[in-house]
């Protein structure tokens, strides 16, 4: 039994992942942390991390950016694995999440869909085709109306799996409503939508002569990602310090079956 540490368990992923992890036979909620708790949680609530002295074999991180440090701090001083899935983070930040990884078990994602990291791959044979042959590449993403990071960290994702494969010729561009030209080549256009209960919507578009190919992902509810991340931590309970991705958990099931 994986014990878990829901890091932002009252906000709408951490009681998705509480709801999920209920009725899961293989591993439970032994504590949550939040600034605010109305006590109608089954498990402890503290109101900070460095206030939670239950023992556990993993903890999941789906918060806000700021408090990405101290879930750092206290992970690595407990030696406790930590599937971290919040976005927005800092240069600096993801430097100090490479920094825990050498002291404790960190997987961090941009995104914990299944479908999205087969899209990674997908999006990379893709590039290596269309790219060279003149076709121009966009990223649109939405989102709904409380997400305040953007572009999303999938999105990002997305277009770093572009770039890399093709060695990093492409300049990301944000806003383009104060350029009166036409459209340079090395360059990857990612547009941003916030409204309603969007869960998430991307779409990577490779706009050719006289042709468009356009890759779709659509979330319609937070469980898959909920569900994402309970086995992304029960694939991290036990590893040793490293850092880890949606594509090790990926792979270990493709073993498994």
Do not use: W
Request: charged share 25%.
């Amino acid at each position: 039994m994986v014990r878990i540490i829901m890091h932002g368990c009252n906000g709408k992923m951490g009681q998705a992942i509480s709801g999920l992890l209920a009725e899961d036979k293989d591993a439970r909620l032994v504590a949550g942390v939040d600034l605010r708790d109305d006590g109608h949680n089954p498990y402890p609530v503290f109101n900070k991390i460095s206030e939670c002295d239950v023992r556990a074999d993993c903890l999941i991180d789906f918060s806000i950016a700021s408090a990405v440090d101290s879930v750092l701090e206290y992970c690595v001083e407990k030696k406790l694995p930590c599937v971290l899935c919040t976005t927005g983070l800092s240069e600096e930040q993801k430097k100090k999440v490479e920094e825990a990884s050498q002291s404790t078990a960190i997987l961090h994602s941009a995104n914990m869909l299944l479908g999205v990291n087969l899209l990674f791959k997908l999006l990379k044979n893709a590039a290596t085709i269309l790219a060279p042959a003149g076709y121009d590449i966009e990223i649109v993403e939405k989102h709904h109306s409380q997400k305040v990071d953007a572009p999303s960290g999938t999105a990002l994702a997305l277009a770093n799996a572009v770039n890399e494969v093709l060695e990093n010729p492409y300049e990301y561009v944000y806003d383009r409503s104060s350029r009166k030209q036409a459209r340079p080549r090395k360059e990857i256009g990612i547009s941003v939508v916030r409204g309603g209960t969007i869960v998430g919507d991307h779409d990577v578009i490779f706009a050719g002569p006289d042709e468009v190919v356009t890759f779709s992902h659509r979330a319609y509810s937070k469980t898959a990602f909920g569900q994402g991340a309970i086995t992304a931590a029960k694939f991290l309970a036990g590893k040793k310090s490293g850092l880890y991705n949606m594509e090790d958990v990926i792979q270990m099931t493709r073993v498994e079956h």
